[in-house]
């Protein structure tokens, strides 16, 4: 890439000092904080940092960070990769990923859903990956509908190439603007957000007739007007994908979970426009085992615990996907201003699937996870701390599902488990 | 009621942001407790509302689903039909919006609404979202209203309405007191399981339902009010 300008330079060597010293302090992973301070030095500093870079955007309600690190791990195979490897998704973020790898040709950013437009103005990147919305954090979030809203408009006279999920209505319509679009078929758990259609408000048909298998079941249109769920190129089928010349890979992913599977498929069809082939991607998509923290196993007195973050309603219906049935399982809910300070959303999570499991409910707002079990009629066992939720369970493998920051201070208790 | 308790919880395609369920669930749940069989009935917008229910329940939403939702339930009639007959109702954030005259569309358009509430609203300058206490009007004799708001609503309340309570913390209708009641309707900015965090007013409901209650063990309901009420209230709780 060409020589940025002085100034620029400047502000992203301070802002690359700045990171060392919050990680130096153990402040944190000091990817936000050195973006900052290169921002400040030098707004328009992304937009340099970005030039001349092949850039892809990774916007979705759920799983950015996985699929930002799935794309990421698969272009090595092009190529040096800046990527945004902390979660680290606004632009100050972005700043501290490209500065910290200045010669890198290629580029995976993940972004915050509200953020997209903005950045997308600013980098001007040439692919944007688009993989589910849904309810979240509303006291801070946007509204979805008006999220869609704005993507449009971004996408809109743009000409980046658009790799979408085609069997979330919201996203399709989100990305149906832009010039290009890429449309994979990698599933839907979580529908209670997409019952009305996006362009006119009237009720969607979802799924078909059984006898269209899988595809079926994804299916959706409106029944007041003409939008509907477009072709897929890509598919994911099971454990499979299949690209659009209809060769067939087997993923056999480390990553647990349907959820996992389709942040796969969009990660391929996202490296297939960097020119990178399944054949070469898969082998290095095979090699995540897991994501800051996620999916990853501790180990405590005897007791296997495996990591699992749900940040919202369809988090929670993912994670409960990826947890063993047969095992006890910790429950850990925050409201800090990560989590949303509102725990309405706990309503949402049909807490039902865990009956019959022993179940350890913990955090800041174990309260309002007591009750909701309680009314949900799951038997429980309230602990004023993880520490004593861990000791009150038996020796072997245990689940946990935690929120944002409740997920954070479980990982922290482990030295910042990876 | 009937043989059963019927629940009819309206729109939860377009009306339930945040944990609009919850106030089914805990509705069914105290219910059941009394030992009432209950059923919750879900009505998507494409479908006529029952009039036949018992207590009905609409929630919150975005602008545009709040317009969808009032234009549907305006020509549909049948929540009308079921009020006139003597049903109860609780609505929140979006849903208390609509029942009043007008209310403010996504560019603050007046909207017309359904004319159950003598109530009208209209945007506000600013978000207000946190955590609500406020104190019940007393004739209802219910112990302090919590919960969280988050809505840009400015709601006034005409001579038809009382008052549900007047703020201590929060921002409720805007003129320092939160929601309404007239006969068997309650409206709350209270969004989201507004009756998981008061128990108290999820029973008036029912009262209004199915006649006196007995108690019931409230004991995760009072600890969650406890907490959250010392955390908002401090020392005045
Ligand atoms: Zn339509």
């Known amino acids: 890439m060409s020589q940025l300008p002085l100034r620029a330079q400047l502000a992203s060597a301070l802002g690359r000092t700045a990171a060392t010293l919050s990680r130096a302090t153990g402040r944190g992973d000091g990817s936000v904080i050195g973006g900052r301070v290169g921002l400040m030095l030098e707004p328009d500093l992304l937009r340099k940092l970005a030039t001349d870079r092949k850039l892809a955007l990774v916007s979705a309600t759920n799983g950015k960070t996985t699929t930002t690190r799935l794309i990421a791990s698969a272009l090595m195979e092009l190529g040096e990769v800046a990527t945004n490897a902390f979660g680290a998704n606004m632009p100050a973020g972005h700043v501290s990923a490209l500065s910290g790898a200045k010669h890198a040709p290629f580029a995976v ?12 103005d600013t980098t001007n990147a040439g692919i944007v990956s688009l993989m589910n919305l849904s309810r979240d954090q509303m006291d801070r979030a946007a509204e979805i509908w008006l999220l869609a809203q704005k993507w449009r408009r971004a996408l809109a006279g743009k000409p980046a190439h658009v790799i979408a999920n085609c069997d979330d209505p919201l996203v399709t319509w989100g990305a149906s603007t832009a010039a290009r679009v890429t449309w994979v078929s990698g599933g839907q758990r979580w529908r209670e957000d997409s019952w009305c259609c996006p362009e006119c408000g009237g009720p969607l048909d979802r799924g078909g007739s059984r006898e269209m298998g899988q595809q079926g079941s994804v ?13 897929p190129d890509w598919v994911l089928d099971g454990e499979d994908v299949i690209d659009p010349h209809g060769r067939r890979w087997r993923l056999d992913l480390q990553l647990p979970g349907e959820a996992n599977r389709s942040n796969a498929a969009i990660a391929l069809a996202t490296v297939d426009a960097f020119g990178l082939d399944p054949a070469r991607a898969l082998p290095r998509l095979r090699t995540v085992t897991s994501v800051a923290g996620r999916y990853t196993t501790v180990e405590r007195d005897g007791r296997a615990l495996r990591l699992l973050l749900a940040k919202n309603p369809a988090g929670w219906l993912e994670a409960f996907e990826v947890s063993d049935p047969r095992l006890p399982i910790i429950l850990s809910v925050n409201a800090q201003g990560p989590d949303g300070r509102d725990t309405s959303w706990l309503w949402d999570v049909d807490y039902r699937i865990l009956r019959g499991r022993p179940v350890y409910v913990t955090g800041e707002r174990r309260l309002d996870l007591a009750l909701r079990l309680d009314v949900a009629g799951i038997p429980f066992q309230l602990c004023d701390s993880f520490d004593q939720a861990v000791a009150a369970l038996p020796l072997g493998r245990i689940d946990v599902i935690a929120n944002y920051t409740a997920f954070q201070q479980i990982r922290t208790e482990f030295g910042r488990a990876v | 009621m009937q043989s059963e308790l019927s629940i009819v919880w309206i729109y939860p395609d377009l009306l339930s942001t945040y944990g609009d369920q919850g106030n089914a669930l805990v509705l069914e749940q105290r219910a059941r407790a009394r030992g009432v069989p209950t059923r919750i009935h879900h009505v998507r917008s494409s479908d006529p509302v029952p009039q036949q229910g018992d207590i009905y329940l609409i ?15 305006r020509k549909d009639g049948g929540l009308q039909s079921a009020i006139a007959r003597g049903a109860a109702m609780l609505a929140v954030c979006a849903g208390y919006q609509i029942m009043g005259s007008v209310f403010g569309g996504e560019e ?22 946190g955590e609500l206490a406020a104190e019940v009007d007393p004739a209802l004799r219910l112990p302090t209203l919590t919960g969280f708001e988050n809505h840009m609503g400015v709601t006034r309340l005409g001579p038809g309405v009382r008052p549900l309570s007047r703020t201590i913390v929060g921002t409720g209708n805007g003129d320092g007191t939160e929601g309404c009641v007239a006969g068997k309707i309650i409206g709350t900015y209270l969004h989201g399981p507004a009756l998981a965090r008061n128990p108290a007013l999820a029973d008036l409901l029912l009262s209004w339902a199915i006649g006196p209650l007995p108690p019931v063990n409230d004991e995760w309901y009072q600890r969650l009010r406890d907490e959250r009420l010392s955390a908002v209230l401090g020392d005045q709780a």
Do not use: M, N
């Open chain 1, 109 to 120: 950013l993940e972004v915050d859903e509200k953020y997209l437009p903005e950045v997308l």
């Open chain 1, 219 to 231: 299916h959706w249109a409106c029944r007041e007007c003409t939008f509907h769920r477009p072709e």
């Open chain 2, 59 to 73: 929630g919150g939403g975005e602008d545009r689903p709040q317009i969808l939702g009032a234009e549907r339930l």
């Open chain 2, 108 to 129: 603050g358009q007046p909207v017309p609404g359904l004319e159950l509430l003598d109530i009208s609203s209209s945007r506000g300058e600013r978000r207000a979202v």
